[in-house]
DNA sequence: GATATAATTGTAAGCGGTTACTATTTTATA
DNA sequence: TATAAAATAGTAACCGCTTACAATTATATC
C-alpha cells in the first residue's frame, strides 16, 4: 500500500506538498497539484484516515451505545444517527450494552481508547455512576431517550405528557378501568421512561377522577410474550379492564394476542394503545392505536448536537424534547358510543 | 491525557517496557510490572489503540456495511455480527448503503482508508464491479446472505430449497392455486434471493404438476405496502389464488391486510406462507406460517469466518449453507381437510 | 533593477505506540 | 571463579500523516 513519502518521491515534491493537496490546502500551485494528484493514482494512494486522526487527535468517529440493535425501535435511532453522520463525513462504532452497566463501562473505556470524537449514549439508565464515568473520561457526550438533571446534552421525547395524552385519549373514549402494562419501574426512583410514562397515567387518571385498580398495573419487559403474559394475567383477575395501555406497541401486541386468546375482542372489548408507532403498529390487525415516537429524529437530532459539540459550534439549546404524536388508528373503540 | 512516555518516565523505565507490561509479554520483571501498572494507574493511563494499530497495522476493527439497519432482518444479523466481534475484541463500523453502489463503493473506500482488517459485505447484489473493488482493494472479505461463484467466502442459507420447502408444505396442504410475492427479479440474471426463491418455488410447482399462472406472480418491495398492494392487485385479477407465498414475513403482514380488506380471511379463504420469521410473525393474528432464517447465525457465523480469516486460520469450509425452517402457525390452512 | 510582499515549498518534529536489535544484569554450569 | 546462557531493559527506528517554521521563488511596487 502506498503512501505518502511514495507519492511524494514520485511526485518530486515533499510529504507536506502532498498532504496539502489532499487537504485542499490553498497554497499549492497547479503544477503541484497536478502532479501528486497523478503520482496518487498512479499508486492508488489514499490518505490514510488512522494515521490522520493519530496526527490531529481527531478521528472523526463517535460512539455508539445502545442497549440492542435487534430491538426495532433502537434499530430506527440507529439509522437516523448513521444518516447524520454520513452526511457529516463521520462514522460510527457500534455498541451493544443490553443496559448492563458492567459492558457500558467496558465500551465507554475501549471507545475512549480508540479516541472517539464523542458518544451517543442510549440506555434505560442514566445514573450517578454512569454520569462520572463520562465526566472522568471527559468524552463529549449526548444522551438520547434520557433525560438527566446533569448539564449533559439529550434529546428525548416529553414521556410523561406522551402517557398522559394516551391516557387521555382512552378516557375520551369512554373507558373507565384502564390498565397499564409497563416496564421495569425501579422503586420510581430513577428517570426511566417506564416512571414517566406511569405517572403520566396517573396524571390523566386523577384528573378525570378515575380509579386506579392495583390489579390492572402489571410488570413486564418490553416483549411480545412479556406484554401477551401481562394480558393474560390482567384478565384473569377480578377486575375486567376495558382498556389497556401497553408502553411499548411490541408489549402492546401480545397483549392483543392474549386478548383473542381469551375468547375476546380487540377493540370491541378491550382496546388497546400501545407506544412508538413501529412500522409494524400498522401492518397488523387491529391496527395499533400509538403514541409516535420520533425514532429517527431521536437519532438524528442526538448526532446533530454531538457533531456540532465536537466542532466547538454553539448548539441553541441542551434539552431537545421532541413532539410525540397520537397514532388512532383500530385498536381502540368509542364505549360511549357503543352503548348507544 | 497521559501518554506511554509520561509513564515510563513516572516509572523509571523506558517506553518499550510499558508497552511491555501492557501486551502481557513475559519478559519483564515482577518489579518493573508493578511499578509501571502504579505509574500507570497514578496518570490515569490508557494505551490508545489508535496508536497501536497504526504501529502494528492491525485496527482489530471491522467493517460493516448492510442495506439498511432499520429493517428488522439486517438489526439481527448485525446483532449476530457484534456479539461475535465482542467475544473476540473486534469492534464494527456500521455502514448502511441502501443497495446503492455508488454509497457501497464510498463507504469501502472509507473502510479501506480506516485500514478496518476486514469487512463483512450484506447487499442485495453482488455483481462482478462490486467483486473487483474488493479485488483491488485487497480487504478480507465475508458475503453475509448473498452466494457468489467468486472465491469469496460466505455464509447463506439455501434459498432455493427453502422456497421450494415453503411451496411444497402448500401444495401439501391442498393449494393449487399459489400466488407469489416477489422481490426484484432484475431479469433472473443475479443471484439475488428472489430469484433463487422463485426458482425454489417453480421446482415445486413442477415437480406437483400444478399450473403457475402468470396472474398471481406479482413484484414488490419487501415492504408492507407493498406486499399489500401486490396482495390487493393480486385479489382483483381473473385468478383468485388459494393460497399467497410471500418472500418476507413483511409482505405477507401486508398481505393479509388485502386478504382482510377484501371482505377475505386468511387462512380460511387464502394461506399465507411468509419467509424470514421476523419476531413479528409468532404476534400477529393469524400467526404467520413462515421459513425460519437464522438471522443471528448467519451475522454471528459470517463474523467467526472473517475473524479467523484476518488472523490467517484455516477456515474448514469457506461456503457455509445455514439451515432454514418450515414454522408451521396459524396463516395456512389444509384445503383438503376443509372439504371433508 | 532593487526591494517589499505574497505565494509556494520543504524540513523536521511531533502524534503514541511497537519492536528489532543491542546492552546489561542474573542465574546456571563447569 | 570464570564463562555461558537466560532474563531483563533500553535505544531508536518506524507506522503514515500534519503542521509550525524556515526557506525559496514569484510577483508587485517604486
Redesign the interface.
Known amino acids: 500500500m502506498a503512501n505518502i513519502d511514495d507519492v511524494a518521491k514520485l511526485a518530486n515534491v515533499s510529504t507536506a506538498t502532498v498532504s496539502r493537496v489532499f487537504n485542499n490546502s490553498p497554497y499549492v500551485s497547479e503544477k503541484a497539484r497536478e502532479s501528486v494528484l497523478k503520482a496518487a493514482k498512479e499508486l492508488?494512494y489514499?490518505?490514510?484516515?488512522?494515521?490522520r486522526?493519530?496526527a490531529m487527535k481527531k478521528?472523526n468517529?463517535i460512539g455508539?451505545i445502545v442497549p440492542?440493535?435487534?430491538?426495532?425501535y433502537?434499530?430506527?435511532v440507529?439509522?437516523g444517527i448513521?444518516?447524520v453522520c454520513?452526511i457529516y463525513k463521520y462514522?460510527?462504532?457500534?455498541?451493544?450494552a443490553d443496559n448492563s452497566r458492567d459492558k457500558e463501562v467496558q465500551y465507554i473505556?475501549?471507545l475512549?481508547?480508540?479516541?472517539v470524537d464523542g458518544i451517543i449514549f442510549h440506555s434505560d439508565y442514566f445514573s450517578d455512576e454512569i454520569y462520572h464515568i463520562f465526566k472522568?473520561r471527559k468524552i463529549p457526550l449526548v444522551l438520547a431517550g434520557r433525560a438527566t438533571n446533569y448539564d449533559i446534552p439529550y434529546v428525548v421525547i416529553d414521556n410523561r405528557k406522551a402517557a398522559y395524552d394516551a391516557t387521555k385519549y382512552l378516557i375520551s373514549q369512554g373507558h373507565k378501568k384502564i390498565g397499564v402494562i409497563h416496564g421495569n419501574l425501579n422503586g420510581m426512583k430513577e428517570t426511566v421512561d417506564s416512571v414517566d410514562r406511569f405517572y403520566g397515567f396517573l396524571d390523566a387518571m386523577k384528573e378525570a377522577g378515575l380509579k386506579v385498580y392495583d390489579e390492572l398495573i402489571k410488570e413486564s419487559n418490553f416483549k411480545?410474550k412479556g406484554g401477551y403474559m401481562a394480558a393474560k394475567e390482567m384478565l384473569m383477575g377480578n377486575v375486567k379492564p376495558d382498556a389497556i395501555f401497553a408502553f411499548s406497541d411490541?408489549m402492546a401486541?401480545?397483549a392483543?394476542?392474549a386478548i383473542?386468546d381469551a375468547g375476546l375482542k380487540c377493540p370491541e372489548d378491550i382496546s388497546i394503545i400501545g407506544f412508538d408507532n413501529l412500522?409494524?403498529a400498522?401492518?397488523?390487525?387491529p391496527a395499533l392505536t400509538t403514541v409516535a415516537q420520533p425514532m429517527?429524529d431521536i437519532g438524528a437530532v442526538a448526532a446533530r448536537m454531538l457533531i456540532k459539540i465536537i466542532d466547538n459550534k454553539k448548539i441553541s439549546e441542551k434539552r431537545v424534547i421532541l413532539k410525540h404524536r397520537l397514532i388512532i388508528r383500530q385498536s381502540c373503540i368509542n364505549r360511549d358510543a357503543q352503548k348507544i
Open positions: 492508488g489514499e490518505p490514510s484516515i488512522l494515521a486522526s493519530l478521528t468517529t455508539l440492542d440493535i435487534s430491538n426495532p433502537y434499530s430506527e440507529v439509522r448513521e444518516d454520513n462514522n460510527i462504532i457500534l455498541c451493544n473505556d475501549m475512549k481508547s480508540r479516541w472522568d411480545a411490541i401486541m401480545g392483543i394476542n383473542f412500522d409494524l400498522e401492518v397488523t390487525r429517527y
